[in-house]
């Protein structure tokens, strides 16, 4: 081998050096940019030629060249951040962003996001996050998603309102409570008797041992007041057949001027039934537990005096097996719930249901209120009654309201975006509704060395690193999802400083390599003189 050969030997070693010195020098550019992957830079000696020697043939190599620069895809750091929809991997996986203008699908470990005017979730250059919609529909307890990965765009601020479907009550009645109504025909409905809808004040409170009011609310988010009236029945007539138990009587009412409902075009907002939506009785043991209910509402073939208890039924159940009224805010032409999109059918409970609703659901023959009578005996009973808690009791204490809840709620407003690890975004809303949102997907790759860098923190899918895996955080092979946090760069500093080092000296030596050989070729041309 000549002593040019080395020369350029040397000149392979510089330029490969210098290639690994722009790699690093990108490195630490990068040390501080979101999502960033370092790269390293790997050499292969060059071909080589054959020489004779004294021991046979033997090889001399002609330099370096640049085998490989490979991507190190390991974790970055966690950076806190205050942006809800800022967002880290931890783990495999890449975000999926797509470009407005081309169509072009990049691939990101750059979590930075926003939503932007147009209420597209969008990155740093505008280009759009890619997801599933939440199919809030479902009946899973798990988050399911709906339709193929799309934009994720908020398309509305609002939380639509819901009306209510159930109310529950937690009460103590207390057992030593005087009985304010009285009527020795119909002792299980003398306070039932006292109400008069046209009346400004429809049940006085000299008629009502304790009462209890909670905020309903109709298909359009009006707010409406729910009362419960109870009074104990202290009747000679049913005391005696009670063997100890107590018993006592309950109504469910509405402000009458709230109350839409009508039987046969009639208003019952003009009559002394108006707001009357359910009565009956509650029987408790000596020890103020809860045995059995009745329960009534208005039939919707009423007719005449509609406060005569032969128009009151025994009530229907809900599917889970608890009793239903009827009401109706919003003026629907029936009182019995049958017209779904204007009465509510709200579903009570008291800590009692019926495991068995076929028939009646109840287990009696009497089919109106006025069969009830003044008989202990007569207070029927469900057909497979379940005493699901202890909701409401009559112990030796004060009546008092522990607690409770109903299901509707008026319109609210989109106050906050939260995250979870599953890649979840949820929307937080004024009425108090707690809405998943979209679901973030996820893309990775078999070869992740095959990706080809576009800038921008952006790859782009390449020959050789195979086709996209989607799916979503926290299954199969993908990491989860770090609310709050992005991933900031893989590089480290101190690795990069030694690396650099040992490039410059690569380099020096290579310099030094040529400079050698150029000395030597001058010594050569010196022979001539």
Same mark, same amino acid.
């Given at each position: 081998?000549?002593?040019?050969?080395?020369?350029?030997?040397?000149?392979?070693?510089?330029?490969?050096?210098?290639?690994?010195?722009? %790699?690093?020098?990108?490195?630490?550019?990068?040390?501080?940019?979101?999502?960033?992957?370092?790269? %390293?830079?790997?050499?292969?000696?060059?071909?080589?030629?054959?020489?004779?020697?004294?021991?046979?043939?033997?090889?001399?190599?002609?330099?370096?060249?640049?085998?490989?620069?490979?991507?190190?895809?390991?974790?970055?750091?966690?950076?806190?951040?205050?942006?809800?929809?800022?967002?880290?991997?931890?783990?495999?996986?890449?975000?999926?962003? *797509?470009?407005?203008?081309?169509?072009?699908?990049?691939?990101?470990?750059?979590?930075?996001?926003?939503?932007?005017?147009?209420?597209?979730?969008?990155?740093?250059?505008?280009?759009?996050?890619?997801?599933?919609?939440?199919?809030?529909?479902?009946?899973?307890?798990?988050?399911?998603?709906?339709?193929?990965?799309?934009?994720?765009?908020?398309?509305?601020?609002?939380?639509?309102?819901?009306?209510?479907?159930?109310?529950?009550?937690?009460?103590?009645?207390?057992?030593?409570?005087?009985?304010?109504?009285?009527?020795?025909?119909?002792?299980?409905?003398?306070?039932?008797?006292?109400? *008069?809808?046209?009346?400004?004040?429809?049940?006085?409170?000299?008629?009502?041992?304790?009462?209890?009011?909670?905020?309903?609310?109709?298909?359009?988010?009006?707010?409406?007041?729910?009362?419960?009236?109870?009074?104990?029945?202290?009747?000679?007539? %049913?005391?005696?057949?009670?063997?100890?138990?107590?018993?006592?009587?309950?109504?469910?009412?509405?402000?009458?001027?709230?109350?839409?409902?009508?039987?046969?075009?009639?208003?019952?907002?003009?009559?002394?039934?108006?707001?009357?939506?359910?009565?009956?009785?509650?029987?408790?043991?000596?020890?103020?537990?809860?045995?059995?209910?009745?329960?009534?509402?208005?039939?919707?073939?009423?007719?005449?005096?509609?406060?005569?208890?032969?128009?009151?039924?025994?009530?229907?159940?809900?599917?889970?097996?608890?009793?239903?009224?009827?009401?109706?805010?919003?003026?629907?032409?029936?009182?019995?719930?049958?017209?779904?999109?204007?009465?509510?059918?709200?579903?009570?409970?008291?800590?009692?249901?019926?495991?068995?609703?076929?028939?009646?659901?109840?287990?009696?023959?009497?089919?109106?209120?006025?069969?009830?009578?003044?008989?202990?005996?007569?207070?029927? @009973?469900?057909?497979?009654?379940?005493?699901?808690?202890?909701?409401?009791?009559?112990?030796?204490?004060?009546?008092?309201?522990?607690?409770?809840?109903?299901?509707?709620?008026?319109?609210?407003?989109?106050?906050?975006?939260? @995250?979870?690890?599953?890649?979840?975004? @949820?929307?937080?809303?004024?009425?108090?509704?707690?809405? *998943?949102?979209?679901?973030?997907?996820?893309?990775?790759?078999?070869?992740?060395?095959?990706?080809?860098?576009?800038?921008?923190?952006?790859?782009?899918?390449?020959?050789?690193?195979?086709?996209?895996? @989607?799916?979503?955080?926290?299954?199969?092979?993908?990491?989860?999802?770090?609310?709050?946090?992005?991933?900031?760069?893989?590089?480290?500093?101190?690795?990069?400083?030694?690396?650099?080092?040992?490039?410059?000296?690569?380099?020096?030596?290579?310099?030094?390599?040529?400079?050698?050989? *150029?000395?030597?070729?001058?010594?050569?041309?010196?022979?001539?003189?």
């Amino acid at each position: 081998m000549s002593v040019t050969g080395s020369m350029y030997a040397g000149i392979s070693g510089i330029t490969a050096q210098s290639q690994a010195m722009s %790699v690093i020098g990108n490195n630490l550019a990068n040390s501080n940019t979101l999502g960033f992957k370092s790269a %390293v830079v790997r050499f292969e000696d060059v071909f080589y030629s054959t020489v004779s020697t004294a021991n046979g043939l033997g090889q001399v190599g002609h330099g370096v060249a640049v085998s490989s620069i490979y991507n190190d895809f390991s974790q970055g750091s966690y950076e806190s951040s205050s942006e809800a929809t800022d967002v880290a991997i931890g783990g495999n996986g890449f975000f999926m962003v *797509d470009n407005p203008n081309t169509g072009q699908r990049y691939y990101t470990r750059a979590g930075d996001f926003q939503f932007d005017q147009d209420g597209y979730l969008v990155d740093a250059h505008g280009y759009l996050v890619q997801g599933w919609f939440v199919d809030n529909d479902s009946a899973s307890s798990e988050v399911q998603t709906k339709g193929a990965i799309t934009d994720l765009r908020l398309t509305s601020y609002q939380s639509p309102p819901s009306a209510t479907s159930y109310v529950s009550m937690y009460l103590n009645l207390d057992k030593n409570s005087e009985d304010e109504s009285t009527d020795a025909a119909n002792p299980f409905f003398a306070m039932f008797n006292q109400w *008069d809808g046209t009346d400004e004040e429809p049940l006085g409170d000299s008629t009502y041992s304790f009462q209890n009011t909670i905020t309903v609310y109709d298909e359009a988010g009006s707010p409406h007041e729910l009362t419960v009236y109870f009074d104990p029945v202290q009747d000679d007539a %049913v005391a005696s057949g009670a063997g100890g138990n107590q018993v006592w009587e309950y109504v469910v009412t509405c402000n009458p001027s709230d109350d839409g409902r009508t039987i046969d075009g009639q208003s019952l907002s003009t009559t002394s039934s108006a707001g009357l939506l359910m009565t009956g009785t509650m029987t408790f043991n000596a020890s103020g537990q809860m045995l059995g209910m009745t329960a009534f509402t208005l039939k919707s073939t009423a007719a005449g005096d509609l406060k005569d208890l032969s128009n009151w039924t025994p009530a229907d159940f809900s599917e889970d097996g608890y009793p239903v009224f009827t009401a109706n805010f919003s003026g629907s032409d029936d009182a019995d719930g049958t017209d779904q999109n204007a009465a509510l059918n709200v579903e009570i409970d008291f800590g009692i249901r019926n495991k068995d609703t076929t028939g009646t659901g109840w287990n009696t023959a009497i089919t109106d209120a006025s069969a009830l009578g003044t008989s202990y005996a007569n207070l029927f @009973t469900m057909n497979n009654q379940e005493i699901v808690s202890d909701s409401v009791s009559a112990y030796d204490g004060s009546s008092t309201a522990l607690d409770q809840s109903q299901d509707g709620y008026a319109m609210g407003f989109l106050q906050s975006i939260s @995250t979870d690890r599953d890649g979840v975004i @949820t929307g937080t809303y004024s009425n108090g509704q707690v809405i *998943d949102l979209f679901v973030l997907a996820l893309a990775d790759f078999t070869n992740e060395q095959g990706l080809v860098l576009d800038g921008g923190n952006l790859y782009l899918e390449g020959s050789e690193s195979g086709d996209p895996t @989607t799916g979503r955080a926290n299954t199969a092979r993908f990491g989860s999802i770090s609310p709050n946090t992005l991933e900031q760069s893989n590089v480290d500093v101190s690795t990069e400083m030694v690396r650099l080092i040992t490039t410059q000296r690569g380099y020096q030596a290579n310099s030094k390599v040529i400079t050698t050989a *150029d000395t030597l070729l001058q010594e050569a041309i010196n022979l001539k003189r």
